[in-house]
């Protein structure tokens, strides 16, 4: 069982940043595909963006391309989600998620995922 830790979430105003970070104490934590999802209250979750278990492939989602940065330290075991420019809409519970790496693996759904963090509040005020 791979336990997810996830911190940094807070209060912040509009325009301004947080970073999440998600560690663990997986020893293969770079064999794993490594996603941030979010849920706002009365949504589905949703991916925001997902980085794979060597760093060189990324994704995000369309609302958060250029805001967001998802970045991966595999000495440290630990993922992270920059973000920038917060808008009142980007208001969620963050989740950090684990995947194996499968033959054809699809970054963007919760399916594709095999652990999960308790998640994080972000919480962006206008």
């Known amino acids: 069982q791979v336990q997810l830790v996830e911190s940094g979430g807070g209060l912040v105003q509009a325009g301004g940043s947080v970073r999440l970070s998600c560690a663990t104490s997986?020893?293969?934590?770079?064999?794993?595909?490594m996603g941030w999802f979010r849920r706002a209250p009365g949504n589905e979750r949703e991916c925001v963006a997902a980085?794979?278990?060597?760093?060189?492939?990324?994704y995000y989602e369309d609302s958060v391309k250029g805001r967001f940065t998802i970045s991966r330290d595999n000495a440290k075991k630990t993922v992270y989600l920059q973000m920038n420019s917060l808008k009142p809409e980007d208001t969620a519970v963050y989740y950090c998620a684990a995947a194996v790496p499968s033959g054809v693996f699809v970054f963007n759904i919760e399916r594709s995922y095999n652990y999960w963090g308790q998640g994080t509040q972000v919480t962006v005020s206008s």
């Open positions: 980085v794979s278990s060597s760093g060189g492939t990324t």
């Open positions: 997986e020893r293969t934590f770079s064999n794993y595909h």
